[in-house]
């Protein structure tokens, strides 16, 4: 699958397992410091307080946030949702509503399931349309594709054509035919111009007409959207669009593809919606070379509801539920806002909000309102430092693992799993092992079922849960000790992995949708569209706009603890366009001052044409100088947190998602000097 690349992250494990800074064991916060505990006392501890407060003040007074690397880990995977679900509150957050949630959106309203999503067929397209990804960095996002490089060459030297959208030109717009540049936020109109282009040409879906609906609405909705009436907002040429639009239908197989910096905006779900509609339209969807479905070892579908939508709002803004969680924008406010059903205590599960989520200054200062905070991680960071109780796992080495997720977002069917590399300690929690233990001690002493559910799947441990997964999964022999398919011991044979073959056309019984048809206009997605019509009305706006950024020897706010990955060049800059540069009066190297509605900041300036003008661009995940935070390397490295300046106020409005991307700053040479660099 990797065919010998290697990730630096991968590399960089090792410092994670050596690394002094991870905790080994649980700890208790003092007023001076961090106490060594015992597990015994720790677990206690949590029972008592969680299942205090929840007797006290309701059962949404416990909130719950789930950070990325749990869906990186088997056993977190397997374990924490049901933590989640123990505590019956309506608290729950998760990493998803700062990233693909319009993707989950979308899949459900379109294809009847939050996980049936599609993946780019990337090793046989000869048309690849990337909106705000960049694989080059990210090794590629709903499209687990290691060794992205080549195989994105690959589709060139077989004589296909690489297009991408991204208001930066990005190390994948590097090895593209074609880059274009878009003003930020803007994705929904120019993909609308697209699907309009495309409904006046006459559309060509093939054989999905046979099981899609609406494709005859669809002409009316993005009537109005020309490619002449978007081009002044987007600032893209019209003919751009109209061409960009002709050559992708003209493809013998093509993906529009559209990722994080799409999701993250204003227009997220209308966005993800449109990207399918192109796929649709042009007969792409489940095409080989197009846009497909995968078939996982491990069958993911049946593990999550197909997604629920607005079953209830958050207490203090109103906004809608997706999948038993609210959206992460509205955590702070839950905390500070005094009244009934208050967050009073919280449960961190391998996530660093302070860093990650808007306003993150302002939620880590809510934090100190807590009665009561824990959290499952093995650093004290910018937002563990703010627990009561830390409780950490054995290190990545430690533990076994099987991609339950991107395996089944992979551009090939394929399975791998991995041992551990070294023993657990003697005293060491598997994270499955901690989240368990939790909900048993949390679960409902009355809720007999879930009891028993529980402890059950204590007994079955990760190996367990794995086995009957890969034995009942497509591939599986099933419980037949003679038969002759996937198992797990056969995955032990093959460290390498086992590759299931190159994704095969699978609709319409994939579907999930009641009717087993594409529901290419949902009606939620329809209403929403008056909104883009406000904003197409409004027509284009100036001002500097804030885009964020990531590079390949980071991940998110977590790996700047390695000097192998954080040395060399500052990578946590401010890119500034040069007319931008002269107008703004900034230097490369000097120092600028970024605010936003929420916050202000310094940061060293970058001039570079690579980013469009009157854009700049900061990554994430910076901001390590904070009080109380151990990470001696990360410390050394700090820079600023590009989440001080984004807005929990501005969202998505269908989905909820934050909006990371297009925040509206000003910018200004700094009084003082930067921070030491990143
Ligand atoms: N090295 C590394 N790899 C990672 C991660 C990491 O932190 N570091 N994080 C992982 C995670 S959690 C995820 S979700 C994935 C994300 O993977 P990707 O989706 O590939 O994410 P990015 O690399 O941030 O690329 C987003 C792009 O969107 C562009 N963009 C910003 N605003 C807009 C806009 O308004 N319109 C358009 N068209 N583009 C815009 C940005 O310039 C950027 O190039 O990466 C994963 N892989
Ligand atoms: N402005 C802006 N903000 C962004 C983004 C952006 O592009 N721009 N990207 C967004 C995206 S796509 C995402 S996914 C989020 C990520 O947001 P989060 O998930 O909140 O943040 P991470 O930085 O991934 O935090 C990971 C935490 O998990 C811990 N950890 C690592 N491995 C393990 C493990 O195996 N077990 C346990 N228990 N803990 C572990 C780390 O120590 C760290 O504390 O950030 C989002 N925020
Ligand atoms: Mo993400």
Redesign the pocket.
């Known amino acids: 699958m990797s065919r010998g690349h290697i990730c630096p992250k991968a590399v960089a494990l090792k410092d994670?397992h050596e690394d002094p800074n991870r905790l080994r064991h649980p700890v208790r916060r003092l007023r001076d410091g961090w106490e060594k505990i015992t597990w015994d006392v720790a677990f206690h501890m949590v029972e008592e307080r969680i299942t205090g407060i929840q007797k006290e003040h309701g059962r949404d007074a416990v909130a719950i946030?789930?950070?990325?690397?749990?869906v990186?880990?088997l056993g977190?995977m397997l374990y924490a949702p049901q933590l989640a679900r123990a505590l019956r509150t309506k608290n729950r957050f998760?990493?998803?509503s700062?990233?693909?949630l319009p993707h989950h959106f979308t899949s459900w309203a379109m294809y009847g399931h939050q996980l049936l999503l599609p993946i780019p067929d990337v090793d046989h397209t000869e048309f690849f349309l990337m909106f705000g990804g960049n694989p080059i960095a990210s090794n590629g996002?709903i499209m687990t594709s290691p060794d992205i490089k080549k195989r994105l060459g690959a589709i060139r030297s077989r004589g296909g054509r690489i297009v991408v959208v991204d208001p930066r030109r990005t190390e994948t717009a590097n090895v593209a035919d074609q880059h274009i540049f878009i003003r930020p936020g803007t994705d929904a109109l120019m993909l609308a111009a697209m699907v309009q282009t495309l409904m006046a040409d006459g559309p060509q879906p093939g054989r999905l007409a046979e099981f899609t609906t609406g494709i005859e609405t669809l002409g009316e909705v993005v009537a109005g959207f020309t490619p002449e009436a978007v081009a002044p907002i987007c600032g893209v040429e019209a003919e751009t669009i109209r061409q960009l639009t002709r050559d992708f239908a003209a493809a013998s197989a093509g993906v529009c593809h559209g990722r994080?910096g799409v999701s993250?905006q204003a227009f997220g779900g209308l966005s993800q919606w449109l990207v399918q509609a192109i796929n649709v339209l042009t007969g792409n969807l489940d095409r080989v070379g197009g846009s497909m479905f995968t078939k996982p070892a491990v069958e993911i579908l049946q593990r999550l509801s197909p997604g629920r939508y607005n079953r209830w709002r958050s207490r203090v803004r109103g906004l809608p539920e997706f999948g038993g969680e609210l959206p992460v924008s509205v955590l702070a406010e839950e905390i500070r806002t005094p009244g009934d059903g208050r967050i009073r205590a919280l449960i961190?599960?391998?996530?660093?909000?302070v860093?990650?989520?808007?306003d993150g200054s302002g939620l880590s200062e809510a934090l100190d309102d807590l009665e009561f905070m824990v959290?499952?991680?093995?650093?004290i960071?910018e937002?563990?430092r703010h627990a009561d109780l830390i409780?950490?796992?054995v290190s990545?080495l430690e533990?076994d693992h099987y991609d339950l997720v991107f395996n089944a977002l992979a551009i090939r069917n394929y399975a791998r799993y991995s041992k551990p590399i070294f023993p657990k300690p003697s005293d060491g929690r598997h994270?499955w092992e901690?989240l368990s233990e939790l909900r048993i001690l949390l679960t409902d002493k009355f809720d007999l079922k879930n009891r028993l559910d529980a402890e059950a799947m204590h007994q079955l441990g990760t190996r367990g849960q794995l086995t009957v997964g890969l034995r009942t999964g497509p591939y599986g022999k099933g419980f037949n000790p003679f038969g002759s398919g996937l198992s797990l011991s056969k995955l032990e044979e093959s460290p390498h992995g086992v590759d299931l073959g190159p994704l095969q056309p699978q609709l319409p019984g994939r579907l999930q949708t009641r009717n087993k048809k594409i529901a290419l206009t949902p009606q939620l997605l329809l209403d929403d569209m008056k909104r883009l019509e406000e904003r197409l009305a409004q027509g284009a706006d100036e001002g500097m706009l804030l885009i964020?950024?990531?590079h390949l020897r980071s991940?998110?706010?977590?790996l700047h603890n390695s000097e192998r990955l954080v040395r060399g060049k500052d990578r946590c800059t401010l890119m500034v366009h040069p007319d931008d540069a002269v107008r703004l009066n900034l230097a490369d190297g000097g120092a600028a001052r970024v605010t936003s509605n929420v916050g202000s900041l310094v940061a060293p300036v970058e001039v570079t044409d690579a980013v469009m003008a009157g854009v700049v661009s900061?990554?994430?995940?910076y901001g390590h100088g904070r009080k109380g935070v151990r990470l001696d390397v990360a410390s050394r490295y700090a820079g600023v947190s590009?989440?001080d300046l984004?807005d929990p106020a501005e969202v998505d409005r269908l989905t909820g998602n934050?909006v990371?991307?297009g925040v509206p700053v000003a910018v200004e040479p700094a009084s003082e000097p930067a921070p030491p660099p990143a």
């Open positions: 994670i946030y789930l950070g990325n690397p749990t990186h880990n977190a998760s990493a998803t700062v990233d693909q996002s994080m993250t961190t599960n391998a996530g660093n909000p860093l990650s989520t808007p959290s499952i991680d093995p650093y960071n937002t563990t409780l950490p796992p990545p533990r994270d901690i964020g950024r990531r991940c998110n706010s977590w900061l990554p994430h995940g590009v989440n984004t934050a990371l991307n």
